[in-house]
């Protein structure tokens, strides 16, 4: 069996190493010129950890990562304790996502990844599929595998009009920085503040701070992203208690400053058709709120392959991979609609505690 694979990040580079590792002949096109990816930090849980784990990457993963706990604070500073739940529900691994990258292209062979590689439509039949790209080439396959994003072409040309639409007033800022003169940071702060802000600091592996803000409900933004993302961490400290997030931010060449104006994916009738099929932010693109989209879209990797190799033929594999992941998603969305929901801090870190539990517990 051959699948092409369109898409050269987490989600893609997984779905290829778990295709291959079932025996199917997985290529990646990826229409960057370079495995690459913004730097900044993510986030993977447990469940993410256990799909790295089944695919013989576990060890490599954690090596680049360091261990975090998920636990909020107020403005004024006191972390917020939602009652009922354990350490482990709190427990995740921040990762430098370029780092990851080049892990996951690393265990794919680069020789089995095609850069400057751009789809532009594919035709299909009840026998196989053939990709179309923009330098006129082709590529016949069973199965094309949709892990281009919440921009992706594979969902427009299966869905047409499907394409990902605001969350209207939804911003985040980040970046990865060394700690300046005078700033240690020793542990990670993350606080829920006011005007529906969030954000704070997490130190990595290799001595380097990642560190993020984002807001609900923004007004139009004015100034540099940087000042944005200084305005709105003025919010998560009232008091005076933390100046380090500001210092971080101050601290952080402008240019470097990532901003993203948060973009979604609305619920899709269907995820497949009979040899094209959407996995990760293709299909489900969330508000980063809940940080886990790439945890939850490795997921997606995994059942695929795992389907495609037990099932009688490719068509019954994606239907079953369907049937299984739109009500999965379904609910991904109702608990990360209530964490954006919540009224006070401490409800929406009992709301954020909640959404954890259910992932890694399910």
């Not at 490719?314 to 991979?321: C, F, G, P």
Request: charged share 20%; proline share 4%.
């Amino acid at each position: 069996m051959r699948a092409v694979v369109v898409g050269g990040g987490i989600v893609g580079l997984t779905s290829a190493i778990a295709l291959r590792r079932r025996g199917i002949a997985a290529v990646i096109h990826e229409q960057a010129p370079a495995i690459r990816a913004a730097g900044a930090g993510l986030g993977l849980w447990a469940n993410a950890l256990a799909v790295f784990d089944e695919l013989g990457l576990g060890e490599q993963v954690r090596a680049i990562g360091r261990p975090a706990e998920m636990y909020f604070r107020d403005h004024a500073g006191e972390v917020i304790h939602p009652s009922g739940y354990s350490d482990d529900d709190h427990r995740y691994l921040l990762v430098h996502r370029a780092k990851l990258n080049d892990v996951l292209a690393d265990a794919v062979g680069r020789d089995n990844i095609r850069l400057d590689s751009r789809l532009v439509g594919y035709d299909e039949t009840d026998a196989r599929v053939t990709a179309r790209f923009g330098d006129g080439t082709t590529a016949e396959a069973d199965v094309l595998v949709g892990a281009d994003g919440a921009y992706s072409v594979v969902r427009s040309l299966l869905l047409p009009g499907s394409e990902a639409v605001e969350h209207k007033g939804h911003h985040a800022w980040r970046a990865v920085v060394r700690p300046p003169a005078g700033v240690t940071i020793d542990r990670s702060v993350i606080v829920l503040g006011e005007e529906r802000t969030r954000g704070g600091y997490v130190p990595t592996v290799d001595g380097t701070v990642y560190w993020l803000v984002n807001q609900f409900g923004a007004d139009p933004l004015r100034g540099t992203p940087k000042e944005q993302a200084a305005e709105r961490a003025a919010l998560l400290d009232t008091t005076g208690w933390n100046p380090a997030l500001l210092a971080l931010i101050a601290s952080t060449p402008d240019d470097q400053v990532l901003h993203n104006q948060i973009m979604l994916v609305p619920p899709l009738s269907r995820w497949v058709s009979q040899r094209v099929v959407l996995v990760g932010d293709s299909a489900h693109a969330l508000s980063p709120h809940i940080t886990a989209g790439a945890s939850l879209g490795v997921e997606d990797a995994l059942l695929l392959a795992r389907l495609l190799t037990t099932s009688d033929g490719v068509t019954t594999a994606l239907a079953a991979y369907e049937q299984d992941r739109i009500p999965h998603y379904r609910k991904v969305n109702e608990l990360a609609r209530t964490v954006e929901d919540s009224a006070t801090p401490e409800e929406f870190a009992a709301n954020y505690v909640a959404f954890s539990h259910w992932m890694l517990n399910r």
